[in-house]
């Protein structure tokens, strides 16, 4: 077994009791009622440990529906308050003493605002756990074969602690490492995207026949493989068991943008990876669960997590097949209150059976984010290493 399949233990074992059932379910798609009553236990059990523990969370809980009203099911989800992602560009606010800190992540580079997010062990744990799991499920992990990885994300560097670089290196954990590159170099003063030197390694790893995993932003792949073609460099036949797991997007780049089949249908015909090896992956450092594509590239939505979609205008829920903002749930999260969210991202969510590769879990679609003027990501600190470059 995986070391980050094994067991993890909640910070208090009585009080986030259903916590624990919940996060142990090892199916990372298991649905049914029983699972939906845990899952609004486990709601409440987080709301509980965070209201004790953050007075700033304790009156948003007291001044919100669901004030001493605690959740029966998942159907009364919408009852939650919220935290605006936005909210942890300007403010650090965790439910942990200072010593339990295991990590502290941003969600940008060195320009705009970051969100600043603390884990403890169990948060930490939890969530890597539910990432090996949803790898488990698609058979991505226990390969013995070494991997060559090229990393489309930043090269660590001393002090540098951001989130999407911290998941692509812990991703390197479900196969050995032969070796590995980076998109993004560093260069002493900041970081540079290397295309060049991306070409170079996917020429090398085609010779060397060994499976390649290419983690992280689709911008520097798409922009690779641009200079592939620029350069005459002829298709490529990367060994069948490669992978691709994309995170993170193209925002400031949008005129640049490859549409997710195009860029996949390239990735096939340049890198030879077929199109079920080719998955892209949801996340952001203020909810760390991971949302993964099926093979049919739908988002699908973890039994660990829950997830609504409220109006732009109105902020009240919406049907399946709306658009509005995203709203992620998970109970999971100690450290900071962060279990339920409001993102950004506008997206639509809909009905399992709309997606028909018989996941029973619902999925959805990202169409764009609103308020781009001062909502960075990595991925706009990174599109911006693009300019001149691409």
Same mark, same amino acid.
């Given at each position: 077994?995986?070391?980050?399949?094994?067991?993890?233990?909640?910070?208090?074992?009585?009080?986030?009791?259903?916590?624990?059932?919940?996060?142990?379910?090892?199916?990372? #798609?298991?649905?049914?009622?029983?699972?939906?009553?845990?899952?609004?236990?486990?709601?409440?059990?987080?709301?509980?440990?965070?209201?004790?523990?953050?007075?700033?969370?304790?009156?948003?809980?007291?001044? *919100?529906?669901?004030?001493?009203?605690?959740?029966?099911?998942?159907?009364?989800?919408?009852?939650?308050?919220?935290?605006?992602?936005?909210?942890?560009?300007?403010?650090?606010?965790?439910?942990?003493?200072?010593?339990?800190?295991?990590?502290?992540?941003?969600? *940008?580079?060195?320009?705009?605002?970051?969100?600043?997010?603390?884990?403890?062990?169990?948060?930490?744990?939890?969530?890597?756990?539910?990432?090996?799991?949803?790898?488990?499920?698609? !058979?991505?992990?226990?390969?013995?074969?070494?991997?060559?990885?090229?990393?489309?994300?930043?090269?660590?560097?001393? !002090?540098?602690?951001?989130?999407?670089?911290?998941?692509?290196?812990?991703?390197?954990?479900?196969?050995?490492?032969? *070796?590995?590159?980076?998109?993004?170099?560093?260069?002493? !003063?900041?970081?540079?995207?290397?295309?060049?030197?991306?070409?170079?390694?996917?020429?090398?790893?085609?010779?060397?026949?060994?499976?390649?995993?290419?983690?992280?932003?689709?911008?520097?792949?798409?922009?690779?493989?641009?200079?592939?073609?620029?350069?005459?460099?002829?298709?490529?036949?990367?060994?069948?068991?490669?992978?691709?797991?994309?995170?993170?997007?193209?925002?400031?780049?949008?005129?640049?943008?490859?549409?997710?089949?195009?860029?996949?249908?390239?990735?096939?015909?340049?890198?030879?990876?077929?199109?079920?090896?080719?998955?892209?992956?949801?996340?952001?450092?203020?909810?760390?669960?991971?949302?993964?594509?099926?093979?049919?590239?739908?988002?699908?939505?973890?039994?660990?997590?829950?997830?609504?979609?409220?109006?732009?205008?109105?902020?009240?829920?919406?049907? #399946?097949?709306?658009?509005? #903002?995203?709203?992620?749930?998970?109970? #999971?999260?100690?450290?900071?209150?962060?279990? *339920?969210?409001?993102?950004?991202?506008?997206?639509?969510?809909?009905?399992?059976?709309?997606?028909?590769?018989?996941?029973?879990?619902?999925?959805?679609?990202?169409?764009?984010?609103?308020?781009?003027?001062?909502?960075?990501?990595?991925?706009?600190?990174?599109?911006?290493?693009?300019?001149?470059?691409?």
């Amino acid at each position: 077994m995986n070391q980050y399949l094994g067991p993890v233990t909640v910070p208090d074992s009585d009080a986030l009791a259903a916590v624990q059932r919940l996060c142990d379910i090892a199916d990372p #798609y298991a649905v049914g009622p029983e699972n939906d009553r845990l899952f609004a236990q486990a709601m409440n059990e987080s709301n509980a440990w965070h209201a004790a523990r953050s007075p700033f969370f304790a009156r948003m809980l007291a001044s *919100s529906a669901a004030a001493g009203q605690p959740l029966a099911d998942v159907d009364e989800l919408h009852r939650l308050p919220f935290v605006h992602a936005n909210f942890f560009k300007a403010h650090e606010v965790v439910s942990i003493p200072g010593d339990d800190v295991r990590l502290h992540v941003t969600s *940008s580079g060195t320009t705009g605002q970051k969100s600043q997010m603390f884990f403890d062990e169990w948060t930490l744990r939890a969530g890597q756990r539910m990432v090996a799991r949803i790898f488990d499920h698609y !058979g991505w992990i226990g390969e013995e074969e070494p991997v060559n990885y090229l990393l489309s994300n930043y090269q660590p560097r001393p !002090g540098l602690n951001l989130g999407t670089s911290f998941t692509d290196e812990y991703l390197c954990h479900f196969a050995p490492v032969r *070796s590995v590159e980076y998109a993004l170099k560093h260069t002493g !003063g900041g970081h540079e995207f290397d295309p060049f030197g991306c070409v170079r390694a996917l020429i090398r790893y085609a010779e060397e026949g060994a499976p390649v995993r290419v983690l992280g932003f689709p911008a520097f792949l798409s922009f690779t493989l641009d200079r592939m073609r620029e350069l005459g460099v002829p298709p490529l036949e990367l060994s069948p068991r490669s992978l691709v797991v994309f995170g993170g997007g193209w925002k400031g780049h949008a005129d640049k943008q490859v549409a997710k089949p195009e860029l996949y249908r390239r990735i096939k015909d340049q890198l030879g990876i077929p199109d079920e090896r080719i998955r892209d992956g949801f996340g952001a450092v203020e909810h760390s669960v991971l949302y993964m594509e099926c093979p049919r590239h739908r988002l699908h939505v973890p039994t660990w997590s829950r997830m609504l979609v409220r109006s732009v205008r109105t902020l009240e829920p919406l049907p #399946y097949g709306e658009r509005g #903002y995203a709203q992620f749930i998970s109970p #999971y999260i100690t450290s900071v209150p962060a279990q *339920s969210v409001l993102m950004g991202d506008l997206v639509s969510q809909h009905a399992p059976e709309e997606c028909g590769c018989g996941l029973p879990t619902p999925w959805f679609t990202v169409h764009g984010r609103a308020g781009l003027s001062r909502n960075r990501s990595c991925a706009v600190a990174a599109a911006e290493l693009l300019k001149g470059k691409s």
